[in-house]
């Protein structure tokens, strides 16, 4: 029975070390995973989308999520595991944890980004909302 897996990618070094453990953590099970490869892009405040038509925004969307995810689609590719990849629009966490409800998945692998813990709960930290909202576990990679 295939399970579902979904990294979080946001494009900086921390996301492809989780998409790096990821592949990694496959080659060791029997069976290995499929990958939700997710970005999550933010709604663009109603003050900008009002001058700018929607086709504009969704390409703008579309373009910055698939520059985001271009390494890790690469390296799973090259790593011949099954993934889909995703952009999606809205606050990070909640989206991510909605989709990976939604698709049913047994983990969430999130790139820990290396703020302390003080600053993160300061800075509303993606990835401590996500583990607070998650009701599946979520894997951090340093």
């Known amino acids: 029975m295939t399970t579902f897996q979904l990294i ?7 996301s492809a070390r989780a998409v790096d453990y990821a592949v990694t953590d496959a080659a060791s099970r029997k069976e290995s995973p499929h990958f939700y490869l997710v970005n999550v892009q933010p709604a663009l405040p109603t003050n900008v989308t009002r001058f700018i038509d929607t086709e504009t925004i969704d390409d703008f969307q579309r373009e910055t999520g698939e ?5 890790a689609k690469a390296k799973l590719t ?4 099954d993934f889909s990849s995703h952009i999606l629009v809205g606050e990070a966490a ?9 698709k049913n998945c047994s983990q969430i692998i999130m790139g820990a980004h290396g703020f302390g813990s003080v600053v993160g709960l300061l800075m509303g930290s993606v990835t401590v909302k ?11 990679v340093k």
């Open 67 to 71: 520059q985001a995810l271009a390494l």
């Open 94 to 102: 909640p989206t991510l944890v909605e989709f990976a409800q939604q």
């Open 130 to 140: 996500v583990v607070h909202l998650s009701p599946v576990p979520v894997l951090l």
């Open 8 to 14: 979080a990618i946001d494009g900086s070094e921390p």
């Open 78 to 81: 090259a790593s011949g595991l």
